[in-house]
């Protein structure tokens, strides 16, 4: 014979409510706490109930059983980036675009540009270096690696004049004044322009 719990809808809410702002091992220790009042220790009716992980709900019992709280090493997880998997890379890379990267003519950002396509630099590094084209990441990854290292897939900027000068228009007057001023040619000279 099963025995259902029976909780009000407002103490489900609360018990939700309190979990969702909780984090980590103080998470667990709460749920490990609501699951042996109400649910007799029972992480499936925790989960049933309660749409709490199982897993989680185990953890904490078994946190809270040992005395001991276990360790959450987040920045463990997930995969490395390509640049820890291949240590070279990176100098590869600046090897290849180091003759081909300009930097921004007005100084405002760090960036480098380069007119170099990410499945350039990929074919680059295969032929070039001798990299494995199975150990190389597809041509986004290769793009975010380039933007992460400080090259921008960009056209090379032009430099733009920041004021205008003088000079120009000096000399342009000079040879306006030189062409009026010239002398009349006799008629049957011929006109160069």
């Not at 749409?51 to 997880?77: I, M, P």
């Not at 490395?80 to 405002?108: N, R």
Request: net charge positive.
């Amino acid at each position: 014979m099963r025995i259902g719990v029976t909780l009000d809808e407002t103490v489900k809410s609360t018990l939700k409510d309190a979990a969702k702002k909780l984090t980590g091992s103080k998470k667990r220790a709460f749920m490990a706490k609501a699951t042996a009042d109400y649910f007799e220790g029972s992480a499936r009716k925790a989960e049933t109930y309660l749409g709490w992980k199982r897993q989680a709900v185990q953890l904490g019992l078994h946190e809270r059983r040992t005395g001991r709280v276990c360790f959450d090493n987040y920045s463990a997880r997930g995969a490395l980036k390509t640049e820890e998997k291949l240590p070279g890379l990176a100098a590869d890379i600046h090897e290849l675009l180091a003759e081909q990267c300009h930097a921004d003519p007005q100084l405002k950002t760090p960036f480098r540009y380069t007119k170099v396509t990410a499945a350039a630099v990929l074919e680059a590094l295969v032929t070039d270096h001798g990299y494995a084209a199975s150990d190389l990441p597809c041509r986004q990854t290769m793009g975010n690696i380039l933007n992460r290292l400080g090259y921008r897939l960009k056209k090379t900027q032009k430099v733009k004049p920041q004021k205008k000068l003088p000079e120009p228009d000096a000399i342009f007057a000079h040879v306006a004044s030189a062409r009026s001023s010239r002398r009349p040619q006799p008629e049957g000279a011929a006109t160069v322009h």
